[in-house]
T-cell receptor
Framework: NAGVTQTPKFRVLKTGQSMTLLCAQD?????MYWYRQDPGMGLRLIHY???????AKGEVPDGYNVSRLKKQNFLLGLESAAPSQTSVYFC???????????FGEGSRLTVL | GESVGLHLPTLSVQEGDNSIINCAYS??????FIWYKQESGKGPQFIID?????DKRQGQRVTVLLNKTVKHLSLQIAATQPGDSAVYFC?????????????FGKGTTLSVSS
C-alpha cells in the first residue's frame, strides 16, 4: 500500500517553462488537495477536488491549474513558471471532507 | 481577515516536560480541527483531531483541547521526548462555495533537549 505518491520529487525550471506535478493515491479517497509550503508560511491550499471530475480553488490558486480526470490522480500544472512559485508542494488525500489527510512526501520545485 | 494561527513560532522544552502548543482560529463556523506533526524533509503526519461538539480528546501522550468561546485550540504532549522535535500545525475545516477544505496555520517548531 503506497498511500500518496508524488512525482517528480525534485525539479528545476527556468522562468516561463511549464510543468506538471502528478499525485497518485491508492486508498480510493474522494478528496485530494495540493498545498504549497514556504518558510514561515505553513501550508497553503492551492486547489482541491471533492471527487473525480471536480476541482475547486483554495487560498492561493493563481498561476496554477489542476485536473482530476481519474479518481486516483490529481495533477497540478504550472503553465508559465515564476520564481515566486519556488516552493515545496504537497499532495494529500482524504476519505471525506472532515477527516484525516494523508500526505505525500513532497515535491521540491525551484524556478530560476 | 479570517486566519488560523499559532501563538508562538518556536517552543523549547526539556525532555520529560509537558509541552503545550497553542492555536487561535477566527472562523466560528469551523466544525473540525486537526493537528499535524512534520519532521524535517517529510510530509505532515496526523496526530489527533477533534470535532466542534467536543472540548477535549485524548490520544497516546497527546491531548487536544478546544475552547469555542475564545476560538482557541491547544495540543498537549505529555513527557516530551527528543523524537517529538518537529513542526506542529493546527488546521481547521473551512467551508467555501465549493465545499470544505483544511486550512493550516503557520506552525510551531518544538525543540526538545535532553
Amino acid at each position: 500500500n503506497a498511500g500518496v505518491t508524488q512525482t517528480p520529487k525534485f525539479r528545476v525550471l527556468k522562468t516561463g517553462q511549464s510543468m506538471t506535478l502528478l499525485c497518485a493515491q491508492d486508498m480510493n479517497h474522494e478528496y485530494m488537495y495540493w498545498y504549497r509550503q514556504d518558510p514561515g508560511m505553513g501550508l497553503r491550499l492551492i486547489h482541491y477536488s471533492v471527487g473525480e471530475g471536480t476541482t475547486a480553488k483554495g487560498e492561493v490558486p493563481d498561476g496554477y491549474n489542476v485536473s482530476r480526470l481519474k479518481k486516483q490522480n490529481f495533477l497540478l500544472g504550472l503553465e508559465s513558471a515564476a520564481p515566486s512559485q519556488t516552493s515545496v508542494y504537497f499532495c494529500a488525500s482524504s476519505f471525506g471532507a472532515a477527516g484525516e489527510l494523508f500526505f505525500g512526501e513532497g515535491s521540491r520545485l525551484t524556478v530560476l | 481577515g479570517e486566519s488560523v494561527g499559532l501563538h508562538l513560532p518556536t517552543l523549547s522544552v526539556q525532555e520529560g516536560d509537558n509541552s503545550i502548543i497553542n492555536c487561535a482560529y477566527s472562523n466560528s463556523a469551523s466544525d473540525y480541527f486537526i493537528w499535524y506533526k512534520q519532521e524535517s524533509g517529510k510530509g505532515p503526519q496526523f496526530i489527533i483531531d477533534i470535532r466542534s461538539n467536543m472540548d477535549k480528546r485524548q490520544g497516546q501522550r497527546v491531548t487536544v483541547l478546544l475552547n469555542k468561546t475564545v476560538k482557541h485550540l491547544s495540543l498537549q504532549i505529555a513527557a516530551t521526548q527528543p523524537g517529538d522535535s518537529a513542526v506542529y500545525f493546527c488546521a481547521e475545516n473551512r467551508a467555501n462555495q465549493a465545499g470544505t477544505a483544511l486550512i493550516f496555520g503557520k506552525g510551531t517548531t518544538l525543540s526538545v533537549s535532553s
